[in-house]
């Protein structure tokens, strides 16, 4: 994440990598962030990693993403994962 997202989430404009330092799209419904981290996002850097992680794996990067840079944001749960993935 960290590549596109920098280290402090301020995000990379140049290559349509959204800071994920407050912004509501992370901190909202948990739908929105488990289908972007399931399958990219077309026309962006953002790759799909649902086939290299886990429901477990994908829930934890998106807490880590919602209570870093200065968020604070509920927990995402694997089983809301799993039931995303088609």
């Known amino acids: 994440c960290v590549a596109c997202h920098q280290a402090q989430g301020q995000g990379t404009?140049?290559?349509?990598?959204?800071?994920?330092?407050?912004?509501?799209f992370v901190l909202g419904a948990h739908n929105?962030?488990?289908?972007t981290?399931?399958?990219?996002?077309?026309n962006t850097a953002m790759q799909a990693f649902g086939k290299q992680l886990n429901d477990t794996e994908i829930a934890a990067v998106i807490?880590?993403?919602?209570?870093?840079f200065g968020n604070k944001a509920n927990e995402v749960q694997p089983a809301e994962v799993k039931a995303r993935r088609k």
């Open 13 to 24: 404009p140049a290559i349509k990598a959204p800071a994920l330092a407050g912004n509501k």
């Open 37 to 42: 981290v399931l399958n990219g996002r077309p």
């Open 32 to 35: 929105g962030p488990v289908d």
């Open 63 to 68: 807490t880590f993403a919602r209570n870093s």
